[in-house]
């Protein structure tokens, strides 16, 4: 288990959807970093949220699709 992260590098606070590492999240980021790295928008792979208090607070979101939509949404502010 791990999580994705969306962290806007201007913003406190960050999105994340829990997950499973393999190529499907290979393939999850890589689409999104598409157009998210050019709107600052940075997204890694964590283990525990709470070992990562730089991109407190956390907020878990429930799928994918929401993950997604997310990110759009950040890159279009």
Known sequence: MCYLV???KNAHGCYALKTV???HLVD???QLNQFAVPHGIQLVTISRPNA???YAPYHI???EEDFVQTV???CSM
């Open 6 to 8: 969306a962290k806007n």
């Open 21 to 23: 590492h393999g190529v």
């Open 28 to 30: 999850l980021k890589r």
């Open 52 to 54: 990562y208090g730089e």
């Open 61 to 63: 979101l429930d799928s």
């Open 72 to 74: 759009r949404k950040l």
